[in-house]
């Protein structure tokens, strides 16, 4: 069965479904490999949110899915938080999973799957925010990694707990004063990066929506390695404008200015398994 089949409308459906799916069958990217760059030219897998103006977690989300290789064979994991408002929008497979426990249900869906499809790549990607990821989710999310699951991790680092009134979160910087942090934090951020690193991911990369194709290779790159290697994490930096009070239109601006200041240092980590395979995808590519 081709990918295109996968998505078609039955034969004397047409007229009575919905303009917006008829729109995403023939015009949406499942099958052919569209990325960042095409970007504006095809019905993207989401195109509205209830999310706030200027929200940097809102852009992270257009451009994770317009970045997935294969997301007529994705299945996305998400989970309390501001991110969880607009997934109801996205035209793709995706589970609302309890606050913190996103990476034990990737980890189950992406064995379940392996049986269900065998000799098919089914990707499994787990996108939450700060607090789901390196708060309360953090031992399920851990242990993901410790035992090698072949899931992707995205964290949407917005640095606080944007849905619930802005309380500070271990992604929160030092000395940062929020509506519900008055005496600013005691510490700075937790390094979940190298913990990745050290905890049997394959693949890490830290980058924001500031420089989109960056952001679009990180995500390509973490999930096809996900599908052999092993675990992989991508941390996005993404504002809150709510919550940090800064103008909508200020955002992308902000992120640029945390890098110049050096409290935001894009990077990559990857096993030299990772790397022997991302060289093999450039030299494929030419």
Request: charged share 25%.
């Amino acid at each position: 069965m081709s990918k295109r089949n996968l998505c078609q409308i039955s034969p004397g459906f047409e007229e009575i479904m919905p303009a917006e799916y008829r729109d995403l069958v023939e015009r949406g990217p499942y099958g052919k490999g569209w990325g960042v760059a095409e970007m504006g030219s095809f019905k993207e897998l989401i195109e509205e949110h209830p999310l706030c103006a200027g929200c940097g977690l809102a852009l992270s989300m257009r451009l994770i899915l317009v970045s997935l290789p294969s997301p007529e064979d994705t299945v996305v994991v998400g989970s309390t938080g501001c991110s969880a408002l607009a997934f109801p929008q996205v035209a793709l497979h995706n589970i609302h999973s309890l606050f913190g426990n996103q990476n034990a249900v990737a980890s189950g869906l992406k064995r379940a799957l392996a049986l269900r499809f065998p000799g098919r790549v089914k990707d499994v990607v787990v996108i939450a925010g700060d607090g789901a990821t390196c708060d309360i989710g953090l031992d399920s999310v851990l242990h993901s990694w410790f035992r090698g699951e072949k899931i992707t991790t995205i964290m949407l680092d917005n640095e606080a707990y944007a849905n619930t009134g802005g309380q500070e979160s271990g992604m929160t910087q030092r000395g940062t004063v929020l509506n519900m942090a008055p005496k600013g934090k005691k510490f700075g951020k937790v390094a979940v990066p190298e913990i990745a690193r050290e905890s049997g991911c394959v693949y890490v990369a830290v980058t924001s929506p500031a420089k989109p194709k960056n952001m679009e290779k990180a995500v390509r790159r973490a999930v096809l390695l996900a599908r052999d290697l092993g675990p992989t994490y991508v941390q996005l930096l993404c504002p809150c404008p709510t919550n940090y009070k800064f103008k909508p239109n200020e955002t992308l601006d902000r992120i640029r200015d945390q890098e110049k200041q050096g409290h935001f240092r894009p990077r990559e980590y990857y096993t030299p398994e990772a790397e022997a395979f991302i060289r093999q995808l450039e030299e494929a590519k030419g």
